[in-house]
C-alpha cells in the first residue's frame, strides 16, 4: 500500500492520480488480506431478511456496530437463524463495498454466545408465539380412545422407535407408519414440519391409512440436540395439525416448544405408547366385568318386573266374574227382544198401508193427467221461444254477412297464392342445386373408385396371374401350378394345355412381351 499512496508531498507535481475504482480495489484487497478470517462476538441488531434470500444483520456492542451479510447459500445451511437481541458469535471475513465505501462481515457461520443465549431466544420465541394463542389450552384436542393407526414421526434407526413399537405390542398392537426424519442438526426442523403436515395431507381410505393420531418422538439430549424442535416451523405445523398429536421429545425434565403446542405431552417416547392405547387385557377385563353386571342387572330387573306383574294380577277381577255379568245382560236382552220385534213389525205394516192408500189407481189417474197438462203446457211455450230464437240467430248471420267483403278474401287468396308460387321457386331451387351437389359428388367418388380399381391398373400394361382362382404372386407358386389364367385389359388368356417354357437364368433379361 506504501508505494500506491506515497507521494512527494502535498501539491507536489509528482502525486500520482487514481480513480475512485482503484482507491476502492487497493482497500478491498487490503482488508480481505488483513482480515481473511475472524470470529466476532457481539449482539444481533437490526435483520434484514429481503425475497433474494441473504440475510442483512448488524453486529453491535455498546459502542460500535459492524455491518453483516449472510448469503443464501450460507442461510439455508445454518442450524440457528439470527434474531434480533441474541447474543452470538459470527464467523467469517472482512470485506469492503465499494457502492457505499463501507466495510461488511461475510458471515459463514454463526451460533449463539453460550446456552444463557439459547434460552433468551427460547424464552423470546415462546412468548411470541403464546401470544399468537397457539398454545392456548382450547386448542387442544382430545386422544382417541383406540386409534385403529398410529402414525410416528421419529428416526427409524434409534432406540426410540423400537421402545414406541414394542411398548404398542405390549398394550394393545395397533397399525403404525413411520416417518423416519433427523432428529436433531440442521436438517430437524424442515424434515418434522413436512412429516406432520405429509401425515395430514393423506386422504380419507386412500391407499395409505390416515393415522388418527400422531407421536412426534425423540430421545434425550443437550439444548442445542433438541434445538430442532423449537424452531417456529416445527410449533406452528404441531399447532395446525388436524391429527391429535403428543409429542415425547427427551426425557422427563427435557422441555420443548413442540410440548406446548401439541394436544399431549409424554415424558418419554415410551409414556407416549402408553397414552396412545390402553391396555388390552385391561379392557378385556373391564368389558367381562361390565358384562357380568349387565347380566345380573338384567336378572334383577326381570324378577322384579315378574314380581310387579303378579301384584297387578291379584288386583284384577276374576275371568268367572266378568263374563256372569255379561251373561245377565245377554239374557235381559234375550227376554226383550220377542216384544220389541212384534212391536217393530206393527209399525211397518202401519207404514206400508199408509203408502199403498196413496197408490189406488183412481189417484194414479188423476197425477198421470195433471202431468200431461204441464207437459203440453210446455210444448206450447217452446215453438214461440224456437221460432223467436231462429229470428236472432237469422238477423246475425246477415249483420255477419254485410261485414264480410269478397274483395278482401280474393286479395288475401290471391296473397297467399303468390307467396306459395315463391316458396315453392326457392324449394325447387334448393332441391336442384342439392341434386347438383350430391351429383357432383357421387361422380367424383365414382372417379375415386375407377381410379383405385385394379383394372386401371390393367390398361397402364399390368396384368393379373390367377392359378386355380387365386392370385398367383411369386415365381415359384407359378411354377407348382398346372395351369395359369393371365388377365390383361382387353381379356383373359388361359396356359391350359401349352408346353411351359424353358426356365431362363436369373441374370437373363426376358424377351420381349414374354409373361412375368
Known amino acids: 500500500m506504501s508505494d500506491l499512496i506515497d507521494d512527494d508531498g502535498p501539491g507536489g507535481p509528482n502525486s500520482p492520480e487514481f480513480t475512485v475504482s482503484e482507491i476502492s480495489g487497493a482497500v478491498k484487497r487490503t482488508v480481505e488480506g488483513a482480515f481473511s478470517h475472524v470470529r466476532v462476538r457481539g449482539e444481533v441488531g437490526r435483520v434484514s431478511l429481503p425475497r433474494s434470500g441473504h440475510i442483512y444483520l448488524d453486529l453491535k456492542d455498546d459502542r460500535n456496530v459492524l455491518a453483516s451479510v449472510i448469503w443464501k447459500g450460507t442461510a439455508q445451511r445454518l442450524a440457528t437463524r439470527p434474531e434480533e437481541g441474541m447474543e452470538v458469535i459470527a464467523t467469517g471475513r472482512l470485506t469492503t ?8 462481515m461475510v458471515i459463514e457461520d454463526i451460533a449463539p454466545a453460550g446456552v444463557g443465549a439459547l434460552m433468551a431466544m427460547l424464552e423470546k420465541r415462546k412468548a411470541a408465539l403464546a401470544a399468537e394463542g397457539l398454545f392456548a389450552a382450547e386448542r387442544k384436542r382430545a386422544l382417541p380412545y383406540l386409534p385403529r393407526v398410529i402414525g410416528v414421526v421419529t428416526s427409524p434407526s434409534g432406540a426410540v422407535i423400537r421402545d414406541i413399537l414394542h411398548r404398542l405390542g405390549d398394550r394393545f398392537p395397533r397399525h403404525v407408519l413411520i416417518w423416519p426424519v433427523a432428529v436433531q442438526g440442521a436438517a430437524c426442523a424442515p424434515e418434522v414440519a413436512r412429516a406432520i403436515q405429509g401425515f395430514n395431507a393423506l386422504p380419507e381410505g386412500g391407499a395409505i ?21 423449537n424452531e417456529e416451523i416445527v410449533v406452528r405445523a404441531a399447532a395446525a395439525s388436524q391429527i391429535p398429536l403428543i409429542s415425547a421429545v427427551g426425557h422427563e425434565t427435557d422441555t420443548t416448544l413442540i410440548d406446548h ?23 378385556i377385563a373391564a368389558l367381562d366385568g ?94 214461440p221461444a224456437l221460432a223467436r230464437l231462429r229470428r236472432l240467430r237469422a238477423s246475425e248471420l246477415e249483420k255477419a254477412a254485410r261485414r264480410v267483403r269478397p274483395e278482401l278474401l280474393q286479395r288475401r287468396v290471391e296473397t297467399g297464392r303468390e307467396a306459395l308460387a315463391r316458396l315453392d321457386a326457392r324449394l325447387r331451387a334448393a332441391l336442384g342445386a342439392g341434386f347438383e351437389r350430391r351429383r357432383a359428388r357421387l361422380e367424383a367418388l365414382e372417379r375415386m373408385r375407377a381410379g383405385l380399381s385394379y383394372r386401371e391398373t390393367l390398361r397402364r400394361g399390368f396384368a393379373v396371374v390367377r392359378a386355380g382362382g387365386q392370385v398367383v404372386t411369386s415365381r415359384a407358386a407359378a411354377e407348382q401350378a398346372g395351369a395359369l389364367e393371365i ?23 426376358p424377351e420381349q412381351g414374354t409373361l412375368l
Open 209 to 229: 391409512p390416515r393415522p388418527d393420531l400422531l407421536i412426534v418422538a425423540r430421545g434425550g439430549g443437550s439444548l442445542e440436540d433438541l434445538w430442532g424442535f
Open 290 to 383: 361390565l358384562e357380568a353386571r349387565r347380566s345380573a342387572a338384567l336378572g334383577r330387573l326381570l324378577s322384579q318386573r315378574r314380581q310387579r306383574l303378579a301384584d297387578l294380577a291379584r288386583a284384577l277381577p276374576r275371568p268367572e266374574t266378568l263374563l256372569n255379568f255379561a251373561a245377565q245382560r245377554l239374557d235381559r236382552a234375550a227376554d226383550r227382544l220377542p216384544a220389541a220385534l212384534s212391536a217393530r213389525v206393527a209399525r211397518e205394516r202401519l207404514r206400508l198401508s199408509e203408502a199403498g192408500a196413496a197408490l189406488r189407481p183412481a189417484s194414479l189417474r188423476r197425477r198421470l193427467a195433471e202431468e200431461r197438462r204441464r207437459a203440453d203446457e210446455r210444448v206450447a211455450r217452446v215453438a
Open 97 to 104: 463495498f465499494g457502492g457505499q465505501s463501507r466495510y461488511q
Open 261 to 283: 403446542a401439541a394436544d399431549r405431552r409424554a415424558p418419554t417416547p415410551t409414556a407416549a405408547a402408553e397414552m396412545a392405547v390402553p391396555v388390552r387385557i385391561e379392557l
Open 487 to 509: 388377365e390383361f385389359r382387353d381379356g383373359r388368356l388361359s396356359t391350359a394345355g401349352r408346353p411351359p417354357r424353358r426356365s431362363r437364368k436369373t441374370d437373363e433379361p
